[in-house]
C-alpha cells in the first residue's frame, strides 16, 4: 500500500507542477489555493485537481484577492494550440523498468470477461494499448474516464486495440465496472501476466506499435501521461 501512497503523491505533484506552468509565478498549488473558474466560481481542490489532471486546462494567477487577503488564481480551459504548446514542453513520462522502449514486445495470450480471446504472440499489423490496473489503486482509477474518451476517438479503428490487465478477478470487476466503466477490453486475474512482465507499479501503460515493438511504456500517473499514451498512438499508426 505505501507503493500506491507513493505513486498517488507523485500524481499531485505533477499536478501542481503543470499548474505552476501556466502561473506568472512559482507558486505552489495546494488544498487551502483559491482557484476560481471562468463562471466565477470558486472550484473546491477535488474538482480542480481532476481538471487539471485530464490535461485539458490551465491555472494562472488573476492578480486579485479575496477579502481575507488570500491571491486568487483563474482555472480556464486550453485552446488547442494552447494544449498542443503546452505538451510540447512538459516531459516524456518516465519509462517503465518492466518495458523497454524499441524493444521487440513478448506477447501473450488471453480472454476478456466477455469472452474475446487475443493472441500477442504475433502483435504485429495492430497498435496494442495495455493498462495494468486494479479497483484499489486510486491513480488508477482516477484516470479511468481519460482513457475512455481515448477508446471513444478511435472506436471506428480496428488497427487500435485497447487492453485492460486486472488484477482482480471477474466476481470483482464486475459490480465495480457497473459504477465506474472502462471501455478498455478487460482482462481479469491479471497477475501472472503482471508476473511475466515484472510489473509492480499500477498503472502502467503500454504502447506496441503495429511492427510489434514498444512504442512507449510509463509507470505511474501524471499530469502527461494520458496525453502520451494518445500520442504514441498517433504515432505508431503512421
Known sequence: MFKYLILTALLFTSLFAQAQETTTQKTILNEQSVIRGEDGM?????????????????????????????????????????????????????????????????????????????????????????????????????????????????????????????????????????TTPFDYHIISGGRSIASKYGVKGYPTHVVIDKKGYIKFSTLGLGASTVNWVEKSIEESLK
Not at 516531459?91 to 524493444?103: D, I, M, Y
Not at 493472441?119 to 482516477?142: E, H, Q
Open 42 to 178: 470558486v472550484y473546491p481542490y477535488n474538482a480542480w485537481k481532476k481538471l487539471m489532471q485530464s490535461g485539458k486546462y490551465g491555472i494562472k494567477d488573476r492578480k486579485t484577492f479575496t477579502d481575507r487577503g488570500e491571491k486568487e488564481y483563474l482555472i480556464y480551459e486550453l485552446s488547442a494550440d494552447q494544449k498542443a504548446a503546452y505538451m510540447n514542453r512538459m516531459p516524456r513520462p518516465r519509462e517503465s523498468e518492466s518495458f523497454k522502449e524499441g524493444e521487440l514486445f513478448n506477447g501473450f495470450k488471453a480472454s476478456d470477461i466477455d469472452g474475446n480471446k487475443y493472441n500477442l504472440k504475433d502483435s504485429t499489423g495492430r497498435v496494442y494499448v495495455i493498462n495494468f490496473w486494479f479497483i484499489n489503486c486510486p491513480p488508477c482509477k482516477a484516470e479511468i474516464p481519460h482513457l475512455n474518451e481515448i477508446v471513444a476517438k478511435y472506436k471506428d479503428n480496428k488497427d487500435v486495440v485497447f487492453l485492460a490487465i486486472a488484477l482482480d478477478e471477474k466476481y470483482e470487476l464486475k459490480p465495480f465496472l457497473k
